[in-house]
């Protein structure tokens, strides 16, 4: 009796934990008060359906997703699935507790941060077959900064001189009463705000919906599957005008694990974007194949392909400690397409934590 009296206040420590967490986050979303822009800022038109397309993809960019390619939605187990498909965080036995951080940086006479895409993920198991997730992006982690590089040669190859900050909040729950298949279901909320070359605040992005999921597994393969759907309000500061709009992502995707020390996965999807007028607009997603190779033990290589790029990494676990370091060649020709060259790619690693639960 006291031994399960013991486990009940170790649990329920640890949920007081999540839940501070919890509360520290939203402390930093706050905003405050917003500046006014003056009168004279330019009219905002914005790209919505690309603009949505690279919020989206800013918090899929963990440590392990980047490393597989984002092939990752036929995964079980994996954190970052919060951010992917919710039925992908069953099977998660522990409290477990993730970090993503961007280290990828221009090379000027300063270091100039590219990109935050910055994440963190809670999850904790639930009696009953329930697995709950709490995933986030604090307050300027979610975004990209290229003021600096105005009048350079990196703004010739395609970089917006722009700035863009905002969060997403992600409030998952999965259910898998069996280990065959699993639901999963997840309320997200996006915010972006998004500043001129003059580093003026010049519209806010707000976003809410739904993702939903599931997975399905028998004898070594998987499938999975999920869909979000964001309904946007662009608030244009210059003009004073809103505008709504909708974004829906689908994915899926097939994986294989023959063994414990080996797995492949593949994926495809498409982002499909309505504007405040015009007709229906569609991105495919490109095609994702990953492989993941145990060569050591607590030593595991990753190689993928995105579309034409590639992607690797290597993760090390160490008891309940996993650490993984991840490249990906072009990424930030994903979220504007006229960006390329080598300032292109983009490097995560992410630091996940398992806890007796």
């Given at each position: 009796?006291?031994?399960?009296?013991?486990?009940?206040?170790?649990?329920?420590?640890?949920?007081?934990?999540?839940?501070?967490?919890?509360?520290?986050?939203?402390?930093?979303?706050?905003?405050?008060?917003?500046?006014?822009?003056?009168?004279?800022?330019?009219?905002?038109?914005?790209?919505?359906?690309?603009?949505?397309?690279?919020?989206?993809?800013?918090?899929?960019?963990?440590?392990?997703?980047?490393?597989?390619?984002?092939?990752?939605?036929?995964?079980?187990?994996?954190?970052?699935?919060?951010?992917?498909?919710?039925?992908?965080?069953?099977?998660?036995?522990?409290?477990?507790?993730?970090?993503?951080?961007?280290?990828?940086?221009?090379?000027?006479?300063?270091?100039?941060?590219?990109?935050?895409?910055?994440?963190?993920?809670?999850?904790?198991?639930?009696?009953?077959?329930?697995?709950?997730?709490?995933?986030?992006?604090?307050?300027?982690?979610?975004?990209?900064?290229?003021?600096?590089?105005?009048?350079?040669?990196?703004?010739?190859?395609?970089?917006?001189?722009?700035?863009?900050?905002?969060?997403?909040?992600?409030?998952?729950?999965?259910?898998?009463?069996?280990?065959?298949?699993?639901?999963?279901?997840?309320?997200?909320?996006?915010?972006?705000?998004?500043?001129?070359?003059?580093?003026?605040?010049?519209?806010?992005?707000?976003?809410?919906?739904?993702?939903?999921?599931?997975?399905?597994?028998?004898?070594?393969?998987?499938?999975?599957?999920?869909?979000?759907?964001?309904?946007?309000?662009?608030?244009?500061?210059?003009?004073?005008?809103?505008?709504?709009?909708?974004?829906?992502?689908?994915?899926?995707?097939?994986?294989?694990?023959?063994?414990?020390?080996?797995?492949?996965?593949?994926?495809?999807?498409?982002?499909?974007?309505?504007?405040?007028?015009?007709?229906?607009?569609?991105?495919?997603?490109?095609?994702?194949?990953?492989?993941?190779?145990?060569?050591?033990?607590?030593?595991?290589?990753?190689?993928?392909?995105?579309?034409?790029?590639?992607?690797?990494?290597?993760?090390?676990?160490?008891?309940?400690?996993?650490?993984?370091?991840?490249?990906?060649?072009?990424?930030?020709?994903?979220?504007?397409?006229?960006?390329?060259?080598?300032?292109?790619?983009?490097?995560?690693?992410?630091?996940?934590?398992?806890?007796?639960w």
């Amino acid at each position: 009796m006291g031994g399960k009296w013991a486990r009940l206040g170790k649990r329920l420590g640890w949920l007081l934990v999540a839940a501070l967490s919890l509360a520290v986050s939203y402390l930093f979303h706050s905003p405050g008060a917003l500046p006014t822009p003056p009168d004279e800022a330019p009219l905002v038109r914005p790209d919505l359906a690309q603009r949505g397309r690279a919020l989206d993809l800013l918090s899929r960019v963990g440590a392990v997703p980047l490393a597989r390619g984002l092939a990752v939605v036929p995964l079980w187990g994996v954190p970052d699935q919060a951010f992917h498909n919710p039925a992908g965080i069953a099977g998660i036995s522990r409290l477990s507790l993730t970090h993503n951080h961007s280290f990828r940086h221009f090379p000027l006479d300063e270091e100039v941060d590219l990109i935050d895409a910055d994440t963190e993920v809670v999850v904790f198991p639930i009696p009953g077959g329930f697995t709950a997730a709490y995933a986030t992006t604090l307050r300027g982690e979610h975004g990209w900064d290229y003021l600096k590089l105005a009048n350079t040669r990196w703004e010739e190859q395609g970089f917006p001189i722009e700035r863009s900050d905002g969060f997403r909040d992600v409030l998952a729950l999965a259910y898998s009463p069996l280990p065959l298949f699993s639901l999963g279901a997840a309320l997200v909320t996006e915010e972006a705000r998004q500043f001129d070359r003059q580093n003026r605040l010049v519209a806010i992005h707000q976003g809410q919906g739904m993702e939903t999921g599931y997975l399905l597994r028998l004898l070594g393969f998987s499938w999975g599957s999920s869909r979000l759907k964001l309904d946007f309000d662009t608030f244009d500061l210059a003009s004073r005008r809103q505008l709504g709009w909708r974004m829906v992502r689908r994915l899926s995707g097939l994986a294989l694990t023959p063994t414990p020390w080996l797995s492949y996965s593949t994926q495809w999807g498409e982002y499909q974007t309505r504007p405040p007028q015009g007709s229906l607009l569609r991105q495919d997603e490109p095609r994702s194949s990953s492989l993941a190779l145990t060569v050591l033990p607590g030593v595991t290589l990753y190689l993928a392909r995105r579309g034409r790029r590639a992607h690797w990494g290597v993760g090390l676990r160490m008891g309940s400690l996993w650490v993984t370091g991840a490249l990906g060649e072009g990424t930030m020709g994903e979220l504007f397409p006229p960006v390329k060259g080598e300032q292109s790619n983009l490097g995560i690693y992410g630091v996940r934590l398992d806890l007796p639960w």
